[in-house]
């Protein structure tokens, strides 16, 4: 089993932004533990800050994965391209979010990717992502 864990803009600063609403640990670290955890199961892992090259690494394995967790970040709730990518893609998509992004700001309760995605995970902290993989792993593509 193949999955890509993609992660959206500022994500790369995981452990240093905001770390009472994202915490104090790395996404690399994180994604050490998951890799440690999921033996069996290819995990691959992508961040960007840039829009088109999230688009552009969903198309790269959207049509041969059997997976994507997808952390978008603030493109979450701006981008109609990144739902229209998400529903061409062959590959079910997980969208996940650290924060529970419904006790936050109102502009961030609405997602333009949710409707697009097979499930939407958001709250659990870096551990939203484990459960996006759990939930990928029952999924019969």
Do not use: W
């Not at 996404?27 to 999921?38: A, G, N, P, V, W």
């Not at 059997?66 to 998400?86: E, K, R």
């Amino acid at each position: 089993m193949k999955i890509l864990v993609l992660n959206g803009p500022n994500l790369n600063l995981l452990g240093v932004r905001e770390p009472g609403i994202y915490g104090s640990s790395s996404f690399e670290t994180y994604y050490d533990s998951l890799r440690q955890r999921y033996p069996d199961v290819e995990l691959e892992y992508f961040q960007s800050n840039v829009e088109g090259e999230m688009i552009d690494k969903m198309q790269q394995v959207g049509f041969s994965y059997d997976g994507i967790v997808l952390n978008a970040g603030a493109y979450t709730h701006t981008s109609v391209a990144l739902h229209d990518c998400i529903r061409s893609l062959k590959t079910p998509v997980i969208e996940v979010h650290i924060s529970n992004v419904h006790q936050r700001e109102e502009f961030r309760h609405k997602s333009m990717i949710s409707s697009a995605c097979r499930g939407v995970i958001c709250g659990f902290g870096l551990d939203s992502y484990r459960l996006a993989i759990e939930a990928l792993l029952k999924i019969e593509n």
